[in-house]
């Protein structure tokens, strides 16, 4: 089975702040990797699929890159809004596998 | 407008039975590679099965007790759930991964 890893585990960032969360898979995964939001008692939410496309009605804030075992998303300017957990997930093979999430609060 | 509306979750003893069914709508469903994914009360995501093109799979702690199924002129996916156990109280989702989730529905294990 294929492993995610993510870092950090949590991180507190001040509005306006660029934020970077990575996912490391244990063996390549070309670039079958989504990025998923998810706050408090809500489904979550795709924000990035095949690592770097931007889903429908997402904010352009959000970008993700990557390719391979290595990946990266990045909020260009923190709000408000954007706190929660972050995912990343591998849908490269079965069994599909989601890292342990990112959880970002807002200073 | 896309939906995807779970049911069928509850209390249930363990070692009992449930059947969630996921009714999809606003997207070609028979076309679409389909998961349940289930998240257990203050932890992460766990995938737990899919059924695309190529057949039905299983995360290993479910294998041999969850049955994946799917109704293309119902547009609805299905997942039976066997021998079920305290570790499998969760909240289940069914999602197009790449795409769209439901709100989920609640799976309770417990005597």
């Known amino acids: 089975d294929i492993q995610m890893t993510q870092s950090p585990s949590s991180l507190s960032a001040s509005v306006g702040d660029r934020v970077t969360i990575t996912c490391r898979a244990s063996?390549?995964?070309?670039?079958?990797l989504i990025w998923l939001q998810q706050k408090p008692g809500k489904a979550p939410k795709s924000l990035i699929y095949a690592a770097s496309s931007l889903q429908s009605g997402v904010p352009s804030k959000f970008s993700g890159s990557g390719s391979g075992t290595d990946f990266t998303l990045t909020i260009s300017s923190l709000q408000p809004e954007d706190f929660g957990t972050y995912y990343c997930?591998?849908?490269?093979?079965?069994?599909?596998?989601f890292g342990p999430g990112t959880k970002v609060d807002i200073k | 407008e896309v939906q995807l509306l779970e049911s069928g979750g509850g209390l249930v003893q363990p070692g009992g039975s449930l059947r969630l069914s996921c009714a999809a709508s606003?997207?070609?469903?028979?076309?679409?590679?389909m998961s349940w994914v289930r998240q257990a009360p203050g932890k992460g995501l766990e995938w737990v099965s899919a059924?695309?093109?190529?057949?039905?799979y299983y995360a290993d702690s479910v294998k041999g007790r969850f049955t994946i199924s799917r109704d293309n002129s119902k547009n609805t996916l299905y997942l039976q759930m066997n021998s079920l156990r305290a570790e499998d109280t969760a909240l289940y989702y069914c999602?197009?991964?790449?795409?769209?989730w439901g709100q989920g529905t609640l799976v309770t294990v417990s005597s």
């Open positions: 999602a197009k991964i790449t795409d769209y």
């Open positions: 059924f695309s093109g190529t057949g039905a």
């Open positions: 997930l591998q849908y490269k093979s079965y069994p599909f596998t």
């Open positions: 063996q390549g995964i070309t670039n079958s």
């Open positions: 606003g997207f070609t469903f028979s076309n679409s590679a």
